[in-house]
């Protein structure tokens, strides 16, 4: 009985320490989300320009952006802002997760966590890039050239800053389709011979994915497409070099 007690009681305190860990790390991930929104805010119109370039370039010299509210102006660098604190905060949130379930993992794990996060971290970062550089540009283009002769194309700065953040978190999960395949394979929800075997089928559903995602042009639906796939053929090809690494 005595023993009982000293066991449930030895669970609580566990439970409790785990608790005020992940209350710890939960404070220190909010706080540099705030540090960073603070240094960045003197920055937010610089922040928000360099983010409408793209769309600014593209407009006729007569055009402009828009604000259809009388706190477009304020609150959309505002909100970007934002996403730009928790953006740059992402390494440091991903490091505070690791330092909360690290402990629990054997070394062995260990290792194998540390280059998933950091591989996921570098990948969401490249489609955001990608994205920005590329799609987004492309996707502009098509949007302004599209307008009818008589209508002046003038976007509203709240519905380009939505369009924009849409497009990169796109951009940033499909880039995570290598760690995916990874993680499936390693954990056994499908085999290696099972995903080579049905690559063409992967490679449709990549295409229809992209045509949602994207916007409705060639050019973008490829720009998307053709790098998911590359992006699995580099996850299948890890998951075979690291199978066959261990296996020697």
């Known amino acids: 009985m ?24 939960l404070i220190y991930s909010i706080s540099i989300v705030l540090a960073i929104f603070l240094l960045l805010l003197p920055l937010a119109q610089k922040n928000y320009h360099f983010l409408a370039h793209p769309l600014i370039s593209l407009l006729p010299s007569n055009s402009t952006m828009i604000a259809t509210d009388v706190m477009s102006t304020f609150l959309a660098p505002f909100k970007l802002n934002i996403y730009f604190a928790i953006l740059l905060s992402i390494p440091f949130i991903l490091y505070q997760f690791w330092q909360f379930v690290a402990p629990a993992l054997y070394q062995k794990e260990k290792r194998f966590g540390i280059a998933l996060v950091l591989s996921s971290n570098l990948l969401f970062y490249l489609g955001i890039m990608f994205a920005y550089t590329l799609i987004l540009p492309l996707a502009l283009k098509f949007f ?54 049905h690559r063409k089928h992967i490679i449709v559903f990549f295409f229809f994915i992209a045509m949602f995602i994207t916007p409705p042009d060639v050019f973008s639906m490829l720009a998307l497409a053709v790098p998911m796939w590359l992006l699995f053929e580099l996850g299948l090809w890890v998951t075979k070099f690291t199978a066959q690494k261990n296996i020697h």
């Open 144 to 197: 302004v050239l599209a307008s009818p002769d008589n209508v002046l194309p003038m976007t509203d700065i709240n519905s380009y800053l939505d369009f924009c953040l849409k497009l990169f978190l796109a951009f940033g999960l499909a880039f995570q389709i290598p760690v995916l395949t990874y993680i499936f394979i390693f954990i056994g929800l499908i085999s290696i011979q099972q995903l080579e075997a």
């Open 2 to 25: 005595t023993e009982h007690i000293v066991s449930e009681s030895l669970t609580e305190m566990k439970y409790s320490e785990h608790l005020k860990e992940l209350r710890k790390r």
